[in-house]
């Protein structure tokens, strides 16, 4: 979800929320790498979030990748326990400055079987997220499930060009089943925005049309472009 340096490979699906609406509506992606529900609170940054809030703001909540890290004392919550409080802390604190929260269930990992079928990625993490939003009556994006829905529809090799390791040479670093390349990022902003429209959040009026009947930004199709660390060019002969 956050930003990422533009000089890199990987990207946030945050990075491509704006697009999908229109000038009525300014993004902030204030989501940041690496942090659970526990250390984005403890480090003040939801603190932060809440001082510039404003009553009538819409705040999209997403956490669980790095919840879930058991050996990581600093970010790890059990989803029952401590994830299930954050999350209600977090929907009720934002209520309370009159803005709006919506939940989202973490975004899905790469992870398939050696029959390539779908491997448990976030274990409850997603189903309290659910539970969380049902009990707070606030509007739920399961990214989770839309997410899997994609790469099910893709399949195993299908997949690789939406994760940033896979992209044009920079799986010279370890494989990485988490984190999006720059289409990647952009596919599944497109499915915040679809469910934006389908859950019919009063957002949705903001949402941008194509100049089409009844089609919106999001129903336009996503191009791979290809990513290149550097611009190399070798000149053996120069004719005159």
Sequence with gaps: MSDKP???????WG?????????????????VNGRSTRNFRTEGRWAKVLAEL??????????????????????????????RQNLTRFVQEARQKGALPVLL????????????????DHGEYPGVA???????????IDLHETSWALYAQLGEKGTQPLFWSYQNGAHNAKLDNTHFSA???????QLVAQDVKKLNLPLAKNLRATGFDGKF????????????????????RLSK
């Design 15 to 31: 990075m491509y929320f704006q697009q999908y609406f229109d000038g009525q509506i300014e993004v902030h992606d204030v989501a």
């Design 54 to 83: 404003h009553p009538g703001d819409w705040v999209f909540i997403q956490f669980g990748h790095n919840d879930s890290k058991m050996e990581d004392t600093a970010r790890y919550v059990a989803p029952q326990t401590a994830y």
């Design 6 to 12: 533009l000089d890199k490979a990987e990207r946030g």
């Design 217 to 236: 930004v999001f129903d336009l199709p996503v191009v791979l472009a290809p990513y290149f660390e550097k611009d190399t060019f070798n000149i053996k």
């Design 105 to 120: 269930t973490p975004v899905g990992r790469r992870y398939f079987d050696a029959k390539g079928q779908r491997k448990d």
């Design 130 to 140: 659910k539970e969380v939003a049902k009990q707070q009556k606030v509007p739920l």
């Design 183 to 189: 289409y990647g990022a952009e596919r599944v902003a």
